[in-house]
């Protein structure tokens, strides 16, 4: 069994709707959760960052984690096209042993 | 402000060769991070250097090395190159204090092995 299981998808949208996005694991000792975007011949970046369990927002982002269940999410609200890319879960149980899901490959119809 | 550099872009070798990938981090960045992306299985973490010594390594073999300089740019050597080693190798930068948890990528080499 992976440490972080991820839905490779691909996950097609049209524009205007909430995206839904979900890691589970297995190792309760991560505490710091994280969603990367990747989009297509680029390195991934750092979309959200979150510790523990609880939601964060930025944006249209919303960020779920919840540590009970083993299992973190990303909303994305009124998706765009430039939102189409791959979304990364990583978590870590300090800051250094990251680990990172397969990714998920969104895309968003216009 | 110049974001982690990573060359070559593309390189093509033949099994049994050596592959030289290199990263220049982000400056005033200490910490350089190499991944493995194949196809399908995500980032797998394969070595971390900081202020020029190896500090973790993944669960890769030892022919995967590395090191870092004085002016922290790292580079990633692959030895004995085996088909499945095909894959975007990215290298990642990160202040110093920070960790892990807060990576700057650069965009990759794709390294294909024939």
Known sequence: QKEVEQDPGPLSVPEGAIVSLNCTYSNSAFQYFMWYRQYSRKGPELLMYTYSSGNKEDGRFTAQVDKSSKYISLFIRDSQPSDSATYLCAMSPDLYKLSFGAGTTVTVRA | ?114
């Open chain 2, 1 to 114: 402000e110049a974001g982690v550099t990573q060359s070559p872009t593309h390189l093509i070798k033949t099994r049994g060769q050596q592959a030289t990938l290199r990263c220049s981090p982000i400056s005033g960045h200490t910490s350089v991070y190499w991944y493995q992306q194949a196809l399908g299985l995500g980032l797998q973490f394969l070595l971390w250097y900081d202020e020029g010594e190896e500090r973790n390594r993944g669960n890769f073999p030892p022919r995967f090395s590395g090191r870092q300089f004085p002016n922290y740019s790292s580079e990633l050597n692959v030895n004995a190159l085996e088909l499945e080693d095909s894959a975007l190798y990215l290298c990642a930068s990160s202040s110093p204090g920070s960790g892990a948890n807060v990576l700057t990528f650069g965009a990759g080499s794709r390294l294909t092995v024939l």
